[in-house]
């Protein structure tokens, strides 16, 4: 997995971001050139669990009893931004103001460790001719993550993320002698999964 950087690693390195005495356009090409080269800021981490629901129905000559399937799982989502998408045109500076336009927010970590998967044995039940095989399994796990990718606009991560974006890099502006400081996001559609291999 692609590394992305902490809120509390990108505060800390702004202490020596710029060297005393720069002038303005340095200054701007210096904070765009680090902006870009924190790339992915993870600046919200949500943890939950979800329970994995299924059954099996199948017909011979006749329907069978459901085979049922039960398990707990863990998933972990990190959204923030890319800084990297920032070009020279989404910042603008004049004199201690700075206005910077920020990609949209989007997801830069996601683990969904099946084999930490665990299956309740006491719910999960085999019927006669009608077992839960290690496929039927699979497809319930696949179906599981499907549904965790869809829901992941309704938990409240765009809005939590663009809050902790704008507190922190407010902090890190400042330490550049901005004293008037403009954040805005561009507009995105449903949370995107940025390319984290």
């Not at 800021?41 to 006749?62: A, D, M, P, S």
Request: proline fraction near 5%; charge should be positive; charged fraction near 25%.
């Amino acid at each position: 997995m692609k590394r992305y950087l902490s809120a509390a690693v990108l505060a800390a390195a702004t202490l020596f971001l710029l060297p005393p005495g720069c002038s303005r356009p340095q200054a701007k090409t210096g904070l765009i050139n680090r902006l870009k080269g924190a790339s992915k800021l993870g600046t919200v981490k949500f943890t939950f669990h979800k329970v994995i629901w299924g059954e099996k129905e199948k017909r011979i000559f006749i329907k069978l009893k459901n085979a049922s399937f039960l398990a707990f799982s863990k998933v972990e989502v990190t959204a923030g931004i890319d800084l990297s998408k920032i070009g020279s045109g989404d910042v603008t500076t004049e004199g201690r103001s700075v206005r910077v336009k920020l990609p949209p927010v989007e997801i830069v970590a996601y683990s969904y460790p099946f084999e930490k998967v665990q299956v309740d044995r006491n719910y999960t039940a085999n019927r006669f001719l009608n077992p839960i095989r290690l496929e039927d399994m699979e497809e319930f796990l696949r179906q599981a993550d499907a549904d965790v990718r869809k829901s992941l606009d309704s938990l409240g991560l765009r809005r939590k993320a663009e809050e902790n974006t704008k507190n922190l890099l407010t902090q890190v502006l400042t330490r550049f002698g901005f004293t008037s400081i403009d954040l805005e996001f561009s507009p995105g559609g449903p949370l995107a999964f940025t390319a984290y291999d």
